[in-house]
């Protein structure tokens, strides 16, 4: 089928640089010391003159936004744009070699004179007025193609039967160790303008972004950087990388923790991108639909109260002044508001032949997999690491073997939470008419 300009949906793309200044903070005790690649966002705005309202979807090279600094980006974007900020989500690459930009863990910090992260770059989104001002009739091209050798799983079960976690370097051991259970694809969303030239090029991709060695020092924004130049120069076009539900998988069977092995993986990620849009089927035009809902879940029950989750952090920043603060604060963060943590917001945009899923914090991978499994839409991408405050989100599985990612600290939820959010997004997803 030969798309043509039937439909009125508009998309717009803007980029801004939001690095943070040498000697800004970046983790308790540090500071920015080198800025070898600036951090960018990216914004895409989506638009029908007769629609239900505008969406637009930002991506940053940054760790986290957990719930405060989430909503302070979301609103002050949906201000200048004059629109609900339940129609702009903004997702991160999880790049562990930029700022985690939790406002609330800073604020918990700051009565002990600790600077975790400097927080003025979180006003720096401009470039959602430039997305907009830019927008044009697009035709939407979409479809997967396999990546290799760069994801494969955390966890590896060794010999004795114990879980080790293959982190984004990892030991000669545990890089000979199999892949394991990854999503082996990247999805490519084509935008396309009436000249048949991308408007942007979206890869939506499930893996950790901790391929450099640096944390808290060096900033850089990893190897989707390298993926994103390629298919720029090749497409001629902007790139958007929306990470997936990578919260178990990561870069560490194939990291060297290198610039130059940043690169090469980069390069694999191009290729399974170009490879896709080398062949991507026009998508049938639709109206643009999002729908967003909270699901409450339960969180674990052993967590502390928020009297011992201070008495804790307070400890913890007068021996530690270190990551065992920071989580300590994260953790806080939680159980000072449980009703609010337990129940994260999600999201369905729905384009007609392709729809975006959005889920909450680090999703497992199993839940992106099952998710596009189950969809009755030819074409979905998963995004994850939308509001970070939960962080992990394991598989039941990973509760009963006992993974790093399971065990607590950076872990919230109670088992089966994870399974319940991708249920609720299947349900949805399967509960509305292909073409609306």
């Known amino acids: 089928m030969d798309q043509k300009f039937s439909s009125p949906l508009l998309a717009g793309y803007a980029c801004a640089d939001i690095t943070p200044a040498i000697g800004d903070a970046w983790g308790i005790g540090k500071q920015v010391r080198e800025i070898a690649v600036p951090l960018t966002a990216r914004v895409v705005y989506l ?46 690459t999880h790049n562990h070699t930029a700022p985690d930009a939790d406002q609330t863990v800073q604020e918990l910090l700051a009565p002990f004179d600790l600077h975790h992260v400097s927080l003025p770059w979180l006003d720096r989104m401009e470039a959602a007025l430039r997305a ?74 499930a893996c950790h972004v901790t391929s450099l060695k640096g944390r808290g020092e060096v900033i850089h924004p990893d190897f989707p950087h390298y993926a994103l130049e390629i298919v720029e120069r090749e497409t001629g076009g902007p790139g ?34 170009l490879a896709a849009l080398g062949r991507l089927p026009p998508c049938a035009p639709a109206p643009l639909r999002l729908e967003s809902w909270e699901e409450t ?13 201070r008495a804790q952090l307070a400890e913890a920043a007068r021996s ?15 159980v000072a508001d449980p009703e609010a943590a337990r129940r994260p917001e999600l999201f369905l945009l729905r384009g007609g032949d392709w729809c975006l899923a959005g889920l909450p914090a680090e999703s ?47 872990r919230y939820v109670a088992p089966g939470a994870g399974e319940q959010i991708t249920a609720s997004v299947i349900r949805r997803l399967c509960a509305a008419p292909l073409h609306p």
Not at 74 to 89: F, G, T, Y
Not at 379 to 406: H, M, N, Q
Request: charged share 25%; net charge negative; glycine share 10%.
């Open 297 to 309: 879940v339960s969180l674990d029950p052993e967590l502390p109260s928020s009297d011992e989750a």
């Open 320 to 334: 530690d002044r270190g990551t065992e603060t920071w989580r300590r604060a994260a953790m806080l963060q939680v």
């Open 364 to 410: 497992f991978a199993e839940f992106g997999l099952s998710i596009r499994a189950a969809s009755p839409t030819p074409f979905t991408l998963v995004g994850a690491y939308y509001d970070c405050t939960l962080w992990y989100i394991p598989t039941y599985k990973s509760f009963r073997d006992g993974g790093y990612e399971s065990r607590g600290g950076w």
């Open 47 to 92: 638009e029908e003159p007769d629609g239900e309202g505008p969406v637009l979807l930002a991506m940053a090279d940054h760790t986290g936004f957990t719930r405060q600094s989430d909503r302070r980006m979301r609103n002050a974007i949906a201000q200048a744009l004059d629109l609900s900020p339940l129609r702009v989500r903004i997702n991160v």
């Open 132 to 205: 907009r001002a830019s927008r044009r009739p697009v035709t939407v091209h979409a479809g997967l193609a396999p990546v290799e050798r760069l994801s494969s799983n955390r966890s590896v079960r060794r010999p004795d039967g114990t879980i080790a976690t293959r982190f984004g370097v990892a030991s000669p051991e545990l890089q000979a160790a199999p892949e394991g259970l990854i999503d082996p694809d990247v999805g490519v969303l084509s935008l396309r303008g009436e000249d048949g030239r991308p408007v942007v090029t979206l890869l939506n991709y």
């Open 240 to 273: 958007f990388f929306l990470q997936g539900a990578a919260g178990n998988v990561g870069p560490g069977k194939y990291a060297d923790g290198s610039v130059e092995g940043a690169q090469v993986l980069g390069a694999r990620l191009a290729e399974g991108a």
